[in-house]
């Protein structure tokens, strides 16, 4: 079900059991080749999907857009929210139907930069409603082994504008993919002895063209099994919060 098509009357009778699905986006640069709107899009077609899956479990709701990308803005274009605007963006929707007695949430993410954000958003909620389950995960974590399997790089997990997200967008929007303007993204600072040391470095002093991975690895073969993968996974990472026990 998604809340968007949905009356008020109708939604009074759901099942307070189904799954809130909140989606997480972004706007922000992806390199030469990609759209601003890339990790909203993929978020999107993966909660798509879900709901599509399992319309009686699973009440969807819009996408967020406007996601945690201070980072990115060095490149023009880029749209972000402070750190406390992006808290409110998430827990003031959820207060709303857990308030209306709703008492499992998914929070599924689609963009890095978004994960702290979520992560603290969760905490918040979980001491005001301790009788629900509220649960989260970047789409990309769900299948992280599987996944990899599939990427050729040198990176076996998802980086930006990467093989990864360049295979998943020359399967869902080809039309947005710029292949003549793509280049492997290369970062500037490399210190194997700094690899475990978190440092929140903009992302234009991290690359030379906002872009880490190798894109041009990427195809939408590719793309299209990593979707059905990760897919699948969400379905049933969602059915278990929808049969879990809430205590």
Request: proline share 4%; charged share 20%.
């Amino acid at each position: 079900m998604k809340l968007a098509e949905l009356t008020w009357p109708e939604v009074e009778t759901l099942d307070r059991d189904a799954v809130v699905i909140c989606p997480l986006g972004a706007l922000e640069q992806h390199g030469p080749h990609l759209p601003f709107f890339t990790d909203s899009i993929l978020c999107e077609a993966v909660a798509t999907r879900l709901e599509a899956a399992l319309p009686r479990d699973v009440l969807l709701l819009p996408l967020q857009w406007l996601g945690a990308s201070a980072h990115h803005l060095g490149m023009a274009g880029t749209l972000t929210a402070g750190t406390e605007t992006y808290l409110h963006l998430i827990c003031e929707p959820l207060r709303c139907l857990l308030r209306s007695g709703f008492r499992r949430v998914f929070i599924l993410n689609g963009h890095g930069g978004n994960v702290d954000g979520f992560h603290l958003a969760l905490r918040q909620l979980a001491l005001e409603f301790s009788n629900a389950l509220l649960s989260g995960a970047s789409y990309w974590d769900l299948a992280i082994k599987e996944t990899a399997e599939l990427l050729e790089g040198k990176r076996k997990a998802v980086g930006h504008a990467c093989e990864f997200e360049t295979s998943l967008m020359l399967h869902l929007r080809p039309d947005l993919v710029r292949s003549r303007e793509m280049r492997d993204g290369d970062l500037i600072h490399q210190d194997t002895a700094l690899s475990a040391v978190y440092i929140p470095l903009d992302m234009k002093r991290q690359t030379r063209h906002g872009v880490t991975g190798q894109p041009t690895l990427a195809t939408a073969e590719k793309g299209q099994a990593l979707f059905e993968i990760i897919a699948t996974q969400a379905v049933a990472v969602v059915k278990t919060i929808r049969n879990r026990a809430l205590s």
